[in-house]
Structure formats: C-alpha cells, structure tokens
C-alpha cells in the first residue's frame, strides 16, 4: 500500500490542482467531509451529539472547518475553536471559516491563556474533539498555548479524532515534535503517511482511516513514492504446480548452533521447512549435532570442527564444500561470538556470490569490517541493539530515526536490510522502504528473530529475490505471531508457537 512522505503529498497535491486542474477547495470539502462521515458515525455508534472542533492557521484548520459545516447541517451539536485569530487564516480555509460564520456556527479564538479555562470547559462538555491544529505542514517543535491546548486534549479522556495527521506528530518519522495529540483515530487524506505507521507516531495515531479525496492515484507514481506499507494484498503467495519435486523449492544451508544454543539453530532450520523450503541443510558444531538432529526429522546436519562446542574457523572447507551443493545460505542463530567465528563468518561471506541471510551472531562478526557485504545478494536482519553495533549510533538515534538510518545503510552497502522491531522496517537496494504492518508484542521473546531468518532463508530458497524474500518472511513471520496470539496470548508466546503457526499463516497467503 502506497505510503507518502509530506513532501511528495505536497507535490501530488500541486500536480492535481496545477496540471489537471482539480480546485483545492474541492479536496479540501472532500477531506473535512470525510472526516465528518467518520464523526458521524462514532457519534452514531456511541449515541452521543456534540462536538469541538480545534483548529490551526493553516488548510488543517481548513478541513476543520468542513467536518464542522457538516456536523452542523446533520444536526450535531458543533462549537469551533481557532489555535490563532480569525484574521489570521486565508486562501481556501478563510472560505471555509467565513461559512461557518455566515451559518451561525459557535467560533471562538484561543490565543491568550486566560482563554484556556473556557476551552478546558467546553471540551469537559464536548462528547468528541476533532484535532485540525497542525497537518502535514507542521515545521519544527509545538510551544506556548497550542502545546497546553494540545495538553488539555489529552488530559480530557475524550475520542478524539485527528485530521490527516495528529497535530504534532512528524508525518515522515512518527517522532513527537514537543507534543502531539494521541487520536482514537485519525482520518488521513489520500495516500498513508510514513509517521503514521511507526512508533512512536503509531500509538499517537489510534486507527489509521485512508480517506480518498479526489487526487488521483497514479500521481504517486509520478512523483516517485518509495515508502510502503506491506499489507496481506502485497505479499500474496503463487500457486505451486502440480509436477514438482524438492528441487524446485531450493536448498538452503543454515549455518547455525552452538553448546550453549542449540534451540536456536534448531527454531530456524524447521522455520525453514516450515516455510517450504524443499530441503534445508543444517551445519552445527560436532559436538551438538546429535542433541540437534533430535525432533529434526526432516533436515540434513552436519557436524563440522570445533572447539569447546563452538564452531572454529578449520570448518571453512567444509563449509565451503556445502555452499557449493546449496542454493541460499543463512548464518548466525546462535553461533556466539568469538574471534574465530568472525573470521570464519568473514571468509565464507568473502567467498560466496550466492544469496545469504546474515543474522544474530553473524552481524557481530562483521562489525568494522562491513566492507565486505558490499553489494552482495545479503539480506542482514538486525535488531536495534545489532545495529547499533554494526553503524556505531546509539539505539535512541536509530529508534528515533528508522528511517534514515536505513537508509543511509543501504546507500553504502547496497544490499537488503530488515531492520526488526515493534514495527519492522525493510530497506530495499533500489531505495525502497516497506513497513511491516503484522505481530504483535508477544513475539519479542527469545528464538522470534531465528525462527524470521529460517523463514526469510525459505523464501530466497524457493526463488523469491533478495527484496521478495525479506518482505514475505517479516509479513508471514508476524502474521505466524498474530495466529499464535489468538491461541497462547501475548505473554505465554514462545517462539516455538510461532514456528507451529508458519503453515497456518502461509494458508492465508494464497
Ligand atoms: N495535501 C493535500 O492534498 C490536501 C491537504 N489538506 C490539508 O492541508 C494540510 C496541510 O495544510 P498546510 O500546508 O496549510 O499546513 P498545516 O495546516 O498543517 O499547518 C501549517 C500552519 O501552521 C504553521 N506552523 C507549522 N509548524 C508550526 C509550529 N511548530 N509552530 C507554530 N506554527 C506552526 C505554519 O506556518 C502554517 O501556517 C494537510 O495536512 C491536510 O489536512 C486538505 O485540505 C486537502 C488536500
Ligand atoms: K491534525
């Protein structure tokens, strides 16, 4: 689903009314209609009648206006507040405000704090607000009286239903200017935005609502977008046919294991069949190879040289030797990390042109030395605190900025990133950033992130490219989460039941 950042909703917006000609105060009716049709009917469901409106200076306040025509014309009990002073708005949204005043409509300016108390009143007494104080136009940190308006908003445990976006929400990063209003649900106009779909924008934004106003669709394309939702309609699964073998649903070497963690190297390879990988071959230190080929039945493993059951880099030929008879490679669950293991992780990435899924153990090998990833068929999957590692920025910084630092990532290295997280973020080689929109909280548990590089390993194995892969792996690897939930809830989620559920989430996919 086509997501755009404010600056392209700007210039999709230009092209409509200059090129083609569609009149802004049409979008704008459409916008604030729309909204008032969602008003509507929470009003509806909920049995309740009046309604404040809050708006800003700018065509946000704009819509503002319109949802509050609307209201009043279906009957609703409607009042008007402006953040600024009437003869501050202009262009479309001074048409607007002059009807409402021309109809009668309650208007009232708030912008000196003795003002406050009345506002603070008229919300008390208000069943819903609707929050047209800053759209896609807010530049910088909210302060003085809009950041206590916004305040008072939160305080008052109202629905409250933003326009386009909450006001203070950054809509490129989800990142909290100063303040920002936390929405029941928020109406955006045409196309989603990045800062909705994040956090912390995606607790802030409640239900996100797409509401179609009139700018015609291909426009996006137009301008280039390259931000995208994953939804269930993007990630739908070919049929297979009926005259097929193993072979055609690829080998795949999982590098994996070590004494301490066997479970990981474990989760990853059955995620892998699971996923329907046609045969996954699994090499572990030589040790622990008959602990791990219990309960394994269907994968190949091999025990390859050691020391104090961890994998030695003497393993690199035989290693080698298996990549060779594989057609995809995954490295790292629970390898742990050692001089040894970097080395041996280093030579067999420096070695191979075949596709490879680096994650856990094998992200902290390359640390420093990222070089050698460098436009290789690599799919990385770092968790934050891996990446962090891996870019030398403190999790704050990434957290805040995901982003940017993914794509600053894939700028350098040109391969795929999953950068995993309450909201997962995949940065493709083009540029591409694709936001997972499946999971839910109980799959931060230990083994989550093995059992989403087993299925990732899958999906490049049956011939999906790099990009495919790691969308189809996240969006299915959540989904496995969200059926898990419905059966085990969030707090007894193993990763074991998220493995159990890869068939069933996959099921959903064709
Ligand atoms: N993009 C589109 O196609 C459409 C957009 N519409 C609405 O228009 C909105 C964008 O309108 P605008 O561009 O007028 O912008 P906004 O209405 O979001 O707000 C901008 C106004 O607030 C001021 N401002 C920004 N940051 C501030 C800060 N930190 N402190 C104090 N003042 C600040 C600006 O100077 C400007 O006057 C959208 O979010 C949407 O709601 C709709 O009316 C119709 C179509
Ligand atoms: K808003």
């Keep these: 689903m086509i997501v755009l950042t ?30 008032a049709l969602e ?13 404040i409106v809050i708006s800003g200076k700018g065509n946000n306040g704009g819509d503002g206006y319109v949802v509050a025509r609307n209201l009043h014309n279906w009957g609703v009990d409607v009042k008007v507040f402006l953040t600024t002073s009437l003869g501050a708005i202009s262009g479309d949204a001074k048409v607007n405000l002059d009807a409402i005043l021309n109809m009668g409509i309650y208007v009232a300016e708030i912008t000196q704090r003795e003002h406050l108390k009345f506002l603070e009143k008229t919300i008390k007494d208000s069943d819903v607000i609707v929050d047209a104080i ?128 066997t479970g990981a190297a474990y989760l990853c390879a059955k995620s892998a069949i699971k996923a329907g990988c046609g045969l996954v071959k699994l090499a572990v230190p030589q040790s622990v190879q008959s602990v791990i080929q219990g309960g394994l039945y269907e994968v190949i493993t091999y025990g390859l040289e050691e020391q104090n059951g961890i994998l030695s880099h003497n393993a690199l030929s035989s290693v080698l030797e298996l990549i060779e008879e594989s057609d995809v490679i995954a490295i790292g669950p629970g390898l742990t990390h050692d001089r040894d293991i970097s080395q041996l992780v280093y030579d067999i990435v420096k070695n191979t042109d075949k596709p490879v ?116 792996g996240v969006f299915y690897h959540g989904k496995a989460g969200d059926i898990a939930k419905e059966y085990v809830g969030e707090y007894g989620m193993t990763a074991m039941d998220i493995l159990e559920n890869i068939p069933e989430a996959l099921k959903c996919g064709l």
């Design 6 to 35: 404010s600056k392209q909703m700007r210039e999709v917006e230009k092209i409509a009314i200059e090129k083609i000609g569609i009149p802004s105060i049409g979008l704008m009716e459409n916008a604030g209609r729309e909204t």
């Design 357 to 472: 899924v680096l994650d856990a153990d094998a992200l902290n090998a390359l640390v420093g030395r990222l070089e050698v990833i460098q436009g290789k068929k690599i799919i990385l999957t770092p968790h934050y605190g891996e990446m962090s590692r891996l870019t030398g920025l403190e999790i704050d910084e990434i957290k805040n900025n995901l982003f940017e630092v993914a794509k600053t990532f894939i700028d350098r290295y040109k391969v795929t990133l999953v950068l995993k997280g309450a909201k997962t973020v995949i940065a493709t080689k083009e540029g591409s950033i694709y936001i997972n929109s499946t999971g839910n909280p109980g799959m931060a548990t230990a083994g989550s992130g093995d059992v989403l590089t087993g299925m990732i390993t899958a999906f490049l194995a049956q011939g999906f490219s790099e990009e495919k892969a790691a969308i189809y």
């Design 39 to 51: 008003v509507k009917k929470i009003l509806e469901e909920e049995n309740l009648n009046s309604v």
């Design 134 to 261: 800053y759209g896609i136009g807010l530049k910088g940190e909210i302060s003085g009286i809009t950041k206590e308006i916004i305040e008072m908003i939160n305080q008052a445990n109202k629905i409250v239903v933003s326009v386009d976006i909450p006001s203070g929400l950054n809509a490129d990063t989800g990142k909290v200017e100063g303040c920002a209003v936390r929405a029941t649900k928020t109406v955006t106009m045409q196309f989603l935005k990045p800062g909705l779909l994040v956090y912390p924008g995606a607790d802030y934004a409640g239900e996100v609502r797409v509401a179609e106003i009139g700018i015609p669709y291909r426009l996006a394309a137009e301008v280039g977008y390259n931000y995208n939702l994953v939804t269930s309609e993007d990630v739908k699964l070919p049929k297979r046919h009926g005259n097929t073998h193993k072979g055609d649903y690829g080998k795949a070497l999982i590098i994996a294991g070590s004494k301490n963690m």
